[in-house]
């Protein structure tokens, strides 16, 4: 008895026989801030990014669903036109952003390029910054798949060839050497490095591949994949 009552319920529901009033009020405000309070307390407790993705793809589900049950509902309201039309607005609205936000997310999750890009782009919020007493980074961006960092040098002297080849060494090594920096250039990403002078004037361009970096890179993932084999 009960069963079928909720179910001649939803019937009415998604036909658009309950009252506007309480479709936009229980069924879509109060609903969805219960949504929102939860997914804020329990989200961060969730470390796939498959399951959180699950649940902002049902949420978007939900937002179709209200969107559909406010416009039946809407347009039988007999009371004053505009509460109608405002009902419509705003779940409008919030389908648009639950669109948005599981795109966002999408991206964020699987698409690895989008993120990096992201990254870089939240990461030039801080800059310039002083990377040590003879360097400043002052810009970063991203091309396709090449990753461009400016510097400004102090007080280093590269106007010598020899100098110049040192110094490109010294760069190549500390990339092939960090964990970071190692593994965009194993996704075959290109690292380029512009130094310029405190007029703006460039120096030197470092260009930085992983075959600079030699088969050696691959030495750790191959006895990581072996010792996960063995089981240790």
Known sequence: ?????????????????????????????????????????????????????????????????????????????????????????????????????????????????????????DFKNNLPIQVDANSILIDIYKKEKTIFYVYTLIGVDLTEEKSKNIFKKQINDSLCDSETTLSLLKKDYILSYKYTNENDEEIINIETRKENCGDSIYDLDIVSNLLEKQGV
């Not at 179910?7 to 609903?31: A, D, M, T």
């Not at 209200?66 to 705003?90: E, H």
């Open 1 to 121: 008895m009960i069963l079928e009552n909720k179910k001649k319920y939803l019937s009415r529901l998604f036909k658009g026989e309950i009252p506007l009033i309480i479709v936009f009020w229980l069924w879509f405000v109060f609903i969805s801030i219960c949504i929102e309070i939860c997914l804020q307390v329990n989200l961060i407790r969730f470390e796939s990014e498959y399951l959180q993705f699950f649940i902002y793809f049902m949420v978007l589900i939900y937002s179709i669903a209200i969107f559909y049950i406010t416009f039946k509902s809407a347009s039988k309201y007999t009371g004053l036109k505009v509460w109608s039309f405002l009902a419509k607005i705003i779940v409008t609205i919030n389908l648009f952003f639950s669109l948005a936000l599981i795109i966002e997310i999408y991206k964020y999750y699987f698409l690895e390029d989008y993120l990096i890009g992201k990254d870089i782009e």
